[in-house]
């Protein structure tokens, strides 16, 4: 999976850069999440480095800024990271205790992929925070966050759905469902102090 | 000759015999009038696809509940024995949750959805759903009390979530294990004819729950009346589930015993769904009141004194 970045090839030459390779990887895959469709290349070729980002970018975004605030205020940067990689670690040990033919980290690799639209919708968000609050403002956010939500459950759904059997597919289906619900809510809710 | 018919009569292991041949030799755990028709002395059946796949997934678990009440092949850390605890089709769990919803009176839970093939699946997901839908809408009707006010900031509560997790995880689990010991102890005094194993005491807990999760979603309407009317009737419903379920269990007993045994059960139901609604309502102000208490007995004086008025809810 992560190869140094440069190594030499046979015959004492140096091989192309293979981190240009990894990103590059990386980034194909993000398109497959954008424009979701039966395909099996996150399953195939399966890496951690772009759930990693994702994880870390919205973490990082979904902070509170004052630590200790007086009053419960929203997720630390930690909370987020073990959420959303228990979640994921959840819903993978029970889409396979389901009966499902999926490997774990290539579970954990589509699940993590399909956050990346849940990211965007978290950075045109804050961008949105930036002007002035009001009911109209959280309109606004409220529409962006659901269409992405909804992007982020067909995109997953339509690379895991096959790898269940057929009368257990809302059974794996739901848990996702709830995962992204809570990171939406996460999301939608967020303040600036 | 009839001696021979006996030995091949009782061999399990080795022939395969359908339900109608040796009727009454499954039934050992539960008994009851209603029984399935399957076990009925009767013609040999050669019946369509779903009666036959009824008998076929019966007929494994009669098998093994001979052996040992218990379904377990494979032993206990190895994947496939985790597996078996997820042995449900997606009908089969709407089944069960619309068993929980609807108590008819005589119907035990037990016998007639989970039928010895206790899933793990529902009350996972079930408390899972319950904690973020009692998080969620508890924030959210906060937001809705104080919209409005000027000096009110929003903050999303994140602690609540942990607490909620901590508290029903509990209830779900340590709940049926204390009721599974004490019948277990109970049956070793008086032979009782129903006995539940503990993975089907978990599953009736759990899927109980289930009424809980539109109950929360509702108590956004910040109405004292409308959220306690709420709360008695989802008690309602879950109490006499959880009631039908466990009367059968103990009612070979000693009556006080067993009358004792479900006023427990339904108080301590009451219990939690009364909990669950104070800490709702008041679960933001109470966690600052207690978190400052404790600041300024430790010395640190933050000047912060106590809210007045406990709970603020609209009338």
Same mark, same amino acid.
């Given at each position: ?128 925070? $930036? !002007?002035?609050?009001? @009911?109209? %403002? ?10 992405? +939500?909804?992007?982020? *459950? ?5 690379? $895991? !759905?096959?790898?269940? @059997?057929? %009368? ?10 709830? +995962?992204?619900?809570? *990171? ?10 | ?107 035990n ?66 709940v049926p294990l204390a009721l599974w010991g004490f019948l277990v102890w109970r049956n070793s005094k008086v032979m009782n004819i129903v006995s539940y194993?503990?993975?089907?005491i978990?599953?009736v ?34 109490g006499?589930?959880l009631a039908m379920t466990f009367w059968p269990a103990v009612r070979e007993d000693n009556r006080r015993v067993a009358l004792a045994t479900i006023v427990a059960i339904v108080l301590l139901h009451t ?45």
């Amino acid at each position: 999976m992560a190869k140094a970045v440069e190594s030499s090839g046979e015959l004492g030459t140096t091989s192309p850069r293979p981190l240009m390779r990894d990103l590059k990887a990386v980034g194909k895959k993000f398109m497959h999440v954008l424009y979701p469709r039966k395909s099996n290349t996150l399953l195939r070729d399966w890496d951690l480095w772009g759930p990693l980002i994702l994880c870390v970018t919205l973490a990082l975004m979904l902070q509170r800024s004052s630590v200790d605030s007086e009053q419960d205020g929203g997720p630390q940067f930690a909370e987020v990271f073990v959420i959303i990689w228990f979640g994921a670690v959840t819903i993978t040990v029970n889409s396979k205790l389901l009966g499902g033919n999926i490997s774990f980290f290539q579970s954990l690799c589509v699940l993590g992929y399909c956050i990346l639209p849940l990211t965007v919708a978290m950075l045109v968000c804050r961008l949105v925070l $930036l !002007a002035e609050q009001g @009911p109209i %403002n959280f309109m606004v956010r409220l529409f962006v966050v659901i269409v992405m +939500f909804a992007w982020s *459950i067909v995109a997953s759904t339509a690379f $895991l !759905a096959d790898s269940q @059997p057929p %009368n257990r597919k809302a059974l794996a289906i739901y848990p996702v469902f709830l +995962f992204y619900f809570v *990171i939406s809510w996460m999301i939608l809710t967020f303040t600036p102090q | 000759m009839a001696a021979v018919d006996d030995l091949q009569f009782e061999e399990f292991g080795n022939v395969t015999t359908t339900p109608a041949e040796n009727p009454d030799a499954t039934t050992i755990n539960i008994e009851g009038p209603d029984e399935s028709p399957m076990h009925q002395p009767g013609p040999p059946r050669g019946s369509g696809g779903e009666e036959d796949d009824e008998l076929l997934g019966n007929e494994d678990s009669d098998k093994t509940e001979l052996l040992a009440g218990q379904k377990k092949s494979s032993p206990f850390w190895t994947f496939e024995y985790y597996q078996t605890f997820f042995d449900v089709d997606t009908y089969q769990v709407f089944d069960r949750i619309k068993g929980s919803l609807l108590p008819i009176p005589g119907k035990n839970f037990v016998r007639l959805y989970i039928r010895s093939n206790p899933d793990l699946y529902g009350p996972f997901w079930i408390c899972a759903t319950l904690v973020f839908a009692i998080a969620i809408s508890g924030n959210l009707s906060n937001f809705l009390i104080h919209l409005g006010e000027r000096t009110y900031h929003y903050v999303p509560e994140f602690r609540k979530v942990s607490i909620a997790a901590t508290i029903i995880y509990a209830y779900a689990w340590l709940v049926p294990l204390a009721l599974w010991g004490f019948l277990v102890w109970r049956n070793s005094k008086v032979m009782n004819i129903v006995s539940y194993s503990f993975l089907e005491i978990v599953c009736v807990y759990g899927y109980s729950l289930f009424v809980y999760i539109p109950t929360a979603v509702l108590w956004i309407i910040p109405q004292k009346a409308v959220r306690w009317i709420l709360v008695m009737i989802a008690l309602g419903i879950s109490g006499s589930v959880l009631a039908m379920t466990f009367w059968p269990a103990v009612r070979e007993d000693n009556r006080r015993v067993a009358l004792a045994t479900i006023v427990a059960i339904v108080l301590l139901h009451t219990l939690l769904s009364v909990g669950c609604l104070f800490s709702f309502m008041c679960f933001g102000v109470c966690l600052s009141w207690t978190w400052h208490l404790l600041q300024e007995s430790s010395g640190r004086a933050d000047g912060m004194a106590p809210p007045s008025g406990i709970c603020k809810v609209s009338h």
